[in-house]
Nanobody, 127 residues
Framework: QVQLVESGGGLVQAGGSLRVSCAGS????????MGWFRQAPGKEREFVAA????????TYADSVKGRFTISRDNPKNTVYLQMNRLKPEDTAVYYC????????????????????WGQGTQITVSS
């Protein structure tokens, strides 16, 4: 069974930091582009960041550029999202996703571009 499992969410004060992880199992994701998305109550799921298969290319939403960093550890089948200088508007459920097309770039911003999804982890930023 193919799974992506996020961990590391929680409650943090504005200005603080969190790192969330996404561990894959059931298949290797090392040749897949990976992405992070988020969804706040009453809003559509939105793109946050993506990384290409090797980790050499990344793309960010304007709202998180300079504050968030996506990275990956292919031997561990894991992708990370380091979030710094968090704001209350970053509050959402965060999802990781995998694009199961070998050696994809990092420029895929639509949820429709991704094939596998995690269950999500809640991040709440208090003001």
């Amino acid at each position: 069974q193919v799974q992506l499992v996020e961990s590391g969410g929680g409650l943090v004060q504005a200005g603080g930091s969190l790192r969330v992880s996404c561990a894959g199992s059931g298949r290797t994701f090392r040749s897949d582009a990976m992405g992070w998305f988020r969804q706040a109550p009453g809003k559509e799921r939105e793109f946050v960041a993506a990384i290409n298969w090797s980790g050499g290319s990344t793309t960010y939403a304007d709202s998180v550029k300079g504050r968030f960093t996506i990275s990956r550890d292919n031997p561990k089948n894991t992708v990370y999202l380091q979030m710094n200088r968090l704001k209350p508007e970053d509050t959402a459920v965060y999802y990781c996703a995998a694009r199961a097309t070998a050696y994809s770039g990092s420029y895929y911003r639509s949820p429709r571009d991704y094939n596998y999804w995690g269950q999500g982890t809640q991040i709440t930023v208090s003001s």
